[in-house]
């Protein structure tokens, strides 16, 4: 058996992004998002959020992606009536949280809240996009083994580990 290495960073405040992965694989999830303007869609994901058009079959798909395993499919179409906004969470490092924001709220200003901090040791930022979905980037925080945060995790049962 081999070891599966998570393309997401170990927490540091200086963690370095993975960068968008642009290779084939076969995909175990992806979101498929419906949208009234396909290209408008497109853009915010590009510039705002900061995900690649891995291929587009025009009038029909964009694949989008960020690191690996982030995949985001975009299609024409609107959510069924009564369904609620789609919401997917996103990996992301600390030093990413900031620009994302900027960039979004340039393009389509109010569509953010946060960053918040999380009981789990991480910040979130959500993003409402142009199609109504919520997007969820989380930045884990570092933590200090001999801190309140590392008791307060062990207490529900989550090991952190010491030097």
Do not use: K
């Not at 998002?33 to 587009?56: H, I, K, N, Q, Y």
């Not at 393009?107 to 901090?117: A, F, I, R, V, Y």
Request: proline letters at 10%.
């Amino acid at each position: 058996m081999t070891e599966f290495r998570s393309p997401v960073p170990v927490p540091a405040f200086d963690a370095v992004s993975p960068g968008n992965y642009d290779g084939i694989y076969g995909m175990p999830m992806f979101l498929t998002v419906p949208t009234a303007d396909l290209a408008a869609s497109r853009e915010f994901w590009l510039r705002g959020l900061g995900f690649s058009d891995l291929f587009s079959i025009p009038g029909r798909l964009v694949h989008l992606r960020r690191w690996a395993f982030q995949d985001v499919l975009l299609e024409p179409g609107e959510r069924s009536a009564g369904a609620g906004a789609p919401r997917i969470n996103f990996s992301c490092v600390l030093g990413e949280l900031g620009e994302i924001r900027e960039r979004c709220e340039e393009l389509l200003p109010g569509c953010t809240d946060g960053p918040h901090e999380r009981p789990w040791n991480s910040l979130d930022l959500i993003v409402v996009t142009p199609e109504g979905t919520r997007v969820v980037l989380t930045a884990a925080q570092p933590i200090d083994p001999d801190s309140v945060v590392a008791d307060r995790l062990r207490a529900v049962g989550i090991e952190v580990p010491r030097p």
